[in-house]
């Protein structure tokens, strides 16, 4: 059957089914054992039905992870939904990324595992990817506006995100098994940050009023 004579529901519909058997294939074997004939033994169809559907294996992991990256933002989102100040934005959010990780470990490494180069050649991925950044971007902004924190917005979201993706890697890796949990690590990492980043702006004040001081 071609895909011009797919309706968009069965497009859709077989769109999904491959990527859920491509995700599969990826958490038992690794990502070179994905091959579309693979997936189409997968799915109990014959080997060129992923074809029907996409055109290669880049272009199913591109939707995979767009998919993934759009789960993680909705995540995130969910997890500081009608939370106004941005440092308890912050801890939330660092809660709401682990959460994620350690309920979709599939779908964390194939965001973050595996590389992809030409983000440009899959705007809807690129969407996704910046959409999930944004959160922890938009609450460094405002806590430095507000007077919260101080530093560079954009190093402190890269902080966060560097610091909970340790955490959760280590998780995932089956590394934390030396007295302290995911779930036991994820509030003194947070605070960790936060205070470093309000020692900054502590310093920074006192250093303002110490004459011959320079910041």
Not at 8 to 33: C, K, M, N, W
Not at 73 to 93: K, S, Y
Not at 96 to 107: C, E
Request: charge should be negative; charged fraction near 25%; include cysteine.
């Amino acid at each position: 059957m071609s895909r011009a004579s797919l309706t968009p529901q069965e497009i859709e519909a077989g769109r999904s089914r491959v990527i859920t058997a491509a995700t599969e294939l990826f958490a038992q074997d690794g990502f070179e054992a994905v091959t579309m004939r693979a997936i189409g033994r997968e799915m109990g169809r014959s080997p060129t039905t992923p074809y029907t559907y996409f055109s290669n294996k880049e272009e199913i992991f591109a939707e995979v992870r767009t998919r993934a990256f759009a789960r993680f933002a909705d995540a995130l989102e969910d997890g500081i939904r009608n939370m106004h100040n941005p440092l308890v934005r912050l801890r939330a959010m660092c809660g709401a990324y682990a959460g994620f990780a350690r309920d979709n470990p599939d779908a964390y490494r194939l965001m973050f595992e595996l590389r992809q180069g030409g983000m440009a050649e899959y705007p809807p991925l690129k969407l996704q990817r910046e959409r999930s950044f944004g959160h922890p971007l938009g609450a460094a902004r405002d806590a430095v506006s507000q007077g919260l924190l101080q530093g560079d917005p954009l190093t402190l979201a890269h902080t966060i995100w560097a610091c909970c993706h340790g955490i959760v890697s280590l998780e995932l890796a089956g590394q934390l098994d030396l007295g302290r949990s995911l779930d036991e690590l994820v509030e003194p990492v947070t605070e960790a940050i936060l205070r470093a980043y309000q020692t900054l702006s502590a310093d920074h004040e006192i250093a303002r009023q110490i004459p011959g001081e320079t910041t």
